[in-house]
């Protein structure tokens, strides 16, 4: 008789989440774990069978009231065994009585919000506009970011935002017009294109000033963004760098979706964690 068990994943284990996201071609970055974990230790789940790690997800609380479901993956191996569907319903359970959020294809009690198409490419085609100045986000003081990122993100998350801008390999930059913050946006080395996530903006231009930015740390290297389509000046832009769709996963909620600013958000942080 099989034995199949759901725990909480350990510190070692996030290094297998992220294996095994990259042989599905997903592209983690290769620090994510160091900014993952802290947020929810107990949020990323391994399921065992027989001692042997079969299967993942992640199920991160946010504040009092949300949560994001990520990191669903059954080995090919054990798929069709329902271990999988365990795994959800444990991730269900564990964030009971909040808004939910995942990137996925579709599933029961979870209503659509928007697209989250993935561009890579190399940046060209336009200049990075005057008028603006960029700046080592470590630099702004940091109630500053974490206070711009509550606008396009529906909790607190200030330990994650704290590694995300300082983790050793990540580029965040900060846009500055008249000594005010304007735009905000990290890049991070991944197992193949560069990951750009988020990019806050309060127009294209600062987008695109900040896209461009970044993209110069790491010259003739690919890069990879994660765009909200409801957001349809991201896509343009996109589109006008010269980037292609390679991939798309739909946002989905369960429970209220959230109040945040749309219009702002260019890319998402990460479809892992929201």
């Not at 099989?2 to 997903?26: N, Q, S, Y």
């Not at 979870?110 to 470590?138: K, M, N, Q």
């Amino acid at each position: 008789m099989v034995d199949f068990r759901i725990a909480a994943a350990t510190a070692d284990d996030m290094v297998r989440f992220r294996d095994w996201a990259d042989d599905l071609c997903w592209n983690p970055g290769d620090s994510d774990r160091y900014a993952f974990f802290p947020v929810d230790p107990r949020g990323f789940l391994i399921g065992r069978l027989d001692g042997e790690p079969v299967a993942s997800i992640s199920a991160v609380r946010y504040g009092s009231d949300y949560g994001v479901i990520g990191h669903h993956i059954v080995r090919d191996h054990v798929r069709g065994c329902g271990y999988g569907r365990q795994l959800w319903q444990a991730a269900l359970d564990r964030l009971a009585g909040r808004t939910i959020s995942v990137d996925g294809r579709g599933y029961p009690g979870f209503r659509r919000a928007w697209t989250t198409i993935r561009y890579e490419g190399v940046p060209t085609g336009l200049d990075r506009p005057r008028g603006l100045s960029l700046v080592d986000a470590r630099s702004v003081p940091f109630d500053q970011i974490a206070a711009y990122d509550r606008l396009f993100f529906p909790a607190p998350r200030d330990a994650f935002l704290a590694s995300w801008v300082s983790l050793p390999g990540h580029t965040a930059v900060a846009a500055i017009r008249d000594g005010h913050l304007h735009g905000f946006a990290v890049m991070r080395p991944a197992s193949g294109a560069h990951r750009i996530g988020p990019v806050y903006a309060d127009s294209q231009d600062v987008a695109l000033a900040l896209v461009i930015g970044l993209s110069a740390c790491a010259p003739g290297r690919p890069v990879c963004v994660d765009v909200p389509d409801i957001n349809e000046c991201a896509t343009i832009l996109m589109e006008k760098l010269g980037l292609r769709q390679t991939s798309e996963s739909t946002r989905l909620y369960r429970g209220p979706v959230p109040d945040v600013d749309l219009v702002g958000q260019y890319a998402v942080t990460s479809v892992e964690l929201g």
